[in-house]
């Protein structure tokens, strides 16, 4: 490498201010370098994003290739403020797993959790207008493939048969009755909340998603990302598990009760039905509740023990709790992880103040 600089200074200072050639003997006019090769390529620093957010004093033009930002690496360029990619769109980074380094029981999510799962589905959607299915993945970037998505179900109506499951442990949740899939697409508009796509579950369809899992789990953490309304007098449920051994839902007063069999129910100080779409996340290693960041609930810590019984998103197993409103994301943990950066990453990415 040291010989490679050398030479380039050498070249440099017999041609002064004229241009440089590797590779051929006519470099272009218009380039002070001129590389030509027709079997290797120029190859810039690569780096880790915490290797390249240490650089001290960037400098606008200075590029890298970020190896762990996206879902196969990209190159950046700093603008002077901040880093983009070479299109001058925002910078990718490591998926939201990615950055914890953890496995959880379950994720589920409408956009790409983490690296490893590259090239695998999102969802499974059925279209109203024949009742054919297909699956549904993520683009380069990470987001929901809305291009496919929209190209299959064209101007009908689509709904989610199948939510995968990103964490490797295969815990898909699915229905295969039509009349209580929760739906995505509403007549060729995909259902939006922060104008990121979100499953959306109505009293009137009974909605759910379900899950046996083949070994018992345990729930240490819950996030979600979604939004309920209110349902009458009855519970709306994100998830409940069979017993009930696990549940994270509002109560028919409206507030937040998270619970997981042997720990303390953790249960907000008021009501939380809400129209926006809000970060709600449960840590009963700590007993406490959270809303976008902010405490609003806690109780007396104790030890969670472990179930293998069937669990249902968007309702309860009795199907008689369904979610009114919107789901994005849930991520069941059996560990305890950073809930800052968790939420931080979540904010970022559905454009929610987290405090």
């Given at each position: 490498m040291k010989k490679y600089y050398l030479v380039i200074l050498v070249l440099f200072s017999f041609h002064g201010n004229s241009q440089v050639g590797i590779g051929t003997n006519?470099?272009?006019?218009s380039a002070i370098l001129d590389l030509t090769s027709s079997n290797k390529g120029l190859l810039p620093p690569r780096m880790t994003l915490e290797q390249r957010n240490a650089i001290q004093n960037p400098i606008v033009g200075l590029v890298v290739w970020c190896a762990n930002c996206g879902s196969v690496g990209e190159?950046?360029?700093?603008?002077?403020?901040?880093w983009t990619n070479l299109a001058g769109g925002a910078a990718a980074t490591p998926f939201l797993l990615d950055k914890l380094l953890t496995t959880p029981v379950a994720a589920y999510s409408l956009r790409l959790l983490r690296s490893g799962y590259t090239g695998n589905p999102a969802i499974r959607?059925?279209?109203s207008s024949d009742n054919t299915e297909t699956n549904i993945g993520f683009t380069n970037s990470g987001d929901l493939d809305e291009t496919a998505l929209l190209a299959f179900t064209g101007s009908s109506d689509g709904f989610v048969t199948t939510w995968y499951d990103q964490s490797g442990n295969n815990n898909h949740a699915i229905n295969t009755n039509t009349a209580a899939q929760p739906q995505l697409v509403f007549a060729g508009v995909v259902n939006k909340m922060n104008n990121k796509p979100a499953i959306k579950s109505t009293v009137a369809r009974n909605t759910r998603l379900e899950r046996t899992p083949a070994?018992?789990?345990t729930i240490r953490q819950f996030s979600v990302v979604g939004q309920g309304e209110v349902n009458g007098s009855n519970y709306v449920n994100f998830l409940q598990q069979a017993g009930p051994s696990a549940f994270f839902r509002y109560t028919p007063s409206g507030n937040i009760e998270a619970w997981f069999q042997g720990a303390n129910t953790i249960t907000s100080t008021s009501p939380q039905f809400t129209s926006s779409t809000k970060i709600y996340s449960a840590d009963f290693t700590i007993g406490k509740l959270f809303a976008n960041g902010v405490e609003i609930g806690n109780n007396s810590v104790t030890s969670p023990t472990t179930s293998s019984a069937l669990y249902t998103l968007f309702n309860n197993p009795g199907n008689n709790f369904p979610l009114n409103g919107s789901m994005l994301e849930m991520i069941l943990f059996s560990s305890v992880v950073n809930r800052t950066l968790l939420e931080a990453d979540q904010g970022t990415y559905y454009s929610i103040p987290v405090n």
């Open positions: 006519n470099p272009h006019v190159m950046q360029v700093f603008n002077g403020t901040v959607v059925r279209r070994s018992a789990i």
